[in-house]
């Protein structure tokens, strides 16, 4: 197995760019989440999915949208880039309604908006 | 609203000291609490903790949960310098069904550990 794959590692983008933060897993989880993580700040929750055409936002929903059309992906899409969103972007997946689990993160997105 | 506090913020210490970090939380529902360990890259996982009282441990970590106060320690004995990372403390609600609901992140503890 993969695990949760993301691209790309690093990217630059100009303010009012868009562009699309990719996420896979192979590991036929249901729940998958996007976090981004700021110094000092711990992880926030940007949106979240339980399942393939569900979505919901979470903590810091702005500026993102997700869709979920498949269990494997769940691409993250800023729509038009600000440098508050320079950050490190981490995606997640587990196991929903399992009583033990744990959530396996992805090896993160550093995004700079200049 | 729901939150996770982490203490201390920072800490430094020497190889071979034992060091406790500490976790609480308000949290509606409370479901299950997390540790995790990050080290310049993805958190890694260490321990859930679901029932109080119950310590669970690996190699020189160890974690304990008190629903009570509430609040959560993890335990490193023994530390050495690879023990340097950030740990992040997280606890999870139910949701409306019951079933998890998402992670809520304190921003962590920046653990040295000097030679």
């Known amino acids: 197995n993969a695990g949760v794959t993301q691209t790309p590692k690093f990217q630059v983008l100009k303010t009012g760019q868009s562009m699309t933060l990719q996420c896979a897993q192979d590991?036929?989880?249901?729940?998958m989440s996007w976090y981004r993580q700021d110094p000092g700040m711990g992880l926030r929750l940007i949106h979240y999915?339980?399942?393939?055409?569900?979505?919901d936002q979470g903590e810091v929903p702005n500026g993102y949208n997700v869709s979920r059309s498949t269990t494997e992906d769940f691409p993250l899409r800023l729509l038009s880039a600000a440098p508050s969103q320079t950050s490190v972007y981490f995606c997640?997946?587990?196991?929903?309604?399992?009583?033990?689990?744990?959530?396996?993160f992805g090896p993160g997105t550093r995004l700079t908006v200049t | 609203e729901d939150k996770v506090v982490q203490s201390p913020l920072s800490l430094v210490v020497h190889e071979g000291d034992t060091v406790t970090l500490n976790c609480s939380y308000e949290v509606t529902n409370f479901r299950s609490l997390l540790w995790y360990k990050q080290e310049k890259k993805a958190p890694t996982f260490l321990f859930m903790l679901t029932s109080s009282g119950i310590e669970k441990k690996s190699g020189r970590l160890s974690s304990i949960l008190d629903k009570k106060e509430p609040f959560s320690i993890l335990n490193i004995t023994a530390t050495q310098t690879g023990d340097s990372a950030v740990y992040l403390c997280a606890v999870e609600a139910r949701d409306y069904g019951g079933s998890q609901g998402n992670l809520i992140f304190g921003k962590g503890t920046k653990l040295s550990v000097k030679p």
């Open positions: 590991m036929n989880h249901e729940y």
């Open positions: 997640a997946s587990s196991y929903r309604g399992r009583p033990d689990y744990e959530q396996y």
């Open positions: 999915s339980v399942g393939a055409g569900i979505t």
